[in-house]
């Protein structure tokens, strides 16, 4: 999985996605049905609460992309902690359905405790501030281009790329990302584009065009470091990694992987997407790169 740009195998997973958020809110419905909101009005709001939050924000999200993200996943069946909980207390039911009730309970709070444990660390390394050297060479890692454009997400990390170039014009920037769904161009050759038009200089750039995930994104761009150096060593400049909050925790991870600790350089998220993304970056750090 790539930092902000889906998978062949993301995209394939889309349809799951939206039915899974689907089935999650009849299953919520079902439940609040159960416990019955007349017997406890507050705890029976309080559940409902605990549930519409995260689908509410799903479906943001979904009708703001035009699309599902596999991030909506984990949200869906988190969200589902409330209504189970109010219908075991307040539903009256049978053994197999109670059984199926606390299985629902036990699932959805385990997703819970591992998004808010990835969440945590991934905000950790995100606060976490560097020098960053005047001479540094930056590692900015690609993602989405939709409609010949840079996605609000890769936006906000090539802002951050300018204001770091024209505070030290002796930095570099290597800009990485294979080649664009349905295009002959690459993320990395629009991140430029984005850039020149910016005032960079194409001197002040480096392109890696091949790396198809985060994993390639570091690999490849440390190869076409070493191979720009004569030694064919890594520069002894200062190395860095600039990516969203939610991913750098993984792009540091990938660094150190390949043998080089990479200086992390954090953007935010966007709030229309940022639940997702880092939700679809705990997939990402059990299921795939």
């Known amino acids: 999985m790539t930092g902000g740009a ?58 703001s992309h035009r699309r599902a993200n596999i991030g909506m996943m984990p949200l869906a069946m988190a969200s589902l902690a409330g209504p189970a909980a109010l219908a075991l207390v307040f539903g009256e039911i049978g053994i197999v359905v109670r059984v199926v009730l606390w299985a629902i309970l036990i699932g959805s709070c385990a997703t819970i405790a591992i998004l808010a444990t990835w969440f945590w660390r991934f905000r950790a390394m995100g606060s976490n501030t560097h020098a960053i050297r005047h001479d540094a060479i930056i590692i900015v890692l690609g993602g989405t281009i939709r409609d010949g454009k840079p996605c609000l997400t890769l936006q906000i990390r090539l802002d951050e790329a300018l204001r770091l170039w024209q505070e030290s014009p002796e930095r570099k920037l290597l800009l990485t990302g294979g080649l664009v769904r349905g295009d002959t161009r690459t993320e990395a050759d629009y991140m430029a584009e984005y850039l ?5 200089p194409s001197t002040s750039l480096l392109l890696e065009r091949k790396a198809r995930d985060t994993r390639q994104n570091i690999r490849l761009s440390l190869e076409l470091l070493r191979e720009a150096s004569p030694s064919e060593e890594l520069p002894g400049e200062q190395l860095c990694v600039l990516t969203n909050d939610y991913h750098l925790y993984r792009a540091v991870a990938e660094g150190r992987a390949e043998g080089v600790e990479l200086t992390p350089i954090s953007c935010p998220t966007p709030p229309t997407s940022r639940l997702q993304q880092w939700s679809r970056e705990v997939l990402a750090m059990y299921f795939g790169h």
Do not use: F, H
């Not at 609040?32 to 999200?61: E, F, I």
């Not at 020149?196 to 960079?200: C, D, S």
């Open 196 to 200: 020149v038009e910016r005032g960079v």
């Open 6 to 63: 889906s998978t062949p195998r993301e995209r394939r997973m889309e349809p799951v996605s939206a039915i899974t958020q689907a089935v999650c809110i009849l299953a919520a419905v079902w439940m609040l049905w159960l416990a019955s909101p007349g017997k406890n009005w507050l705890a029976w709001g309080a559940g409902l609460l605990c549930w519409a939050l995260p689908t509410a924000s799903n479906l943001r999200y979904a009708v």
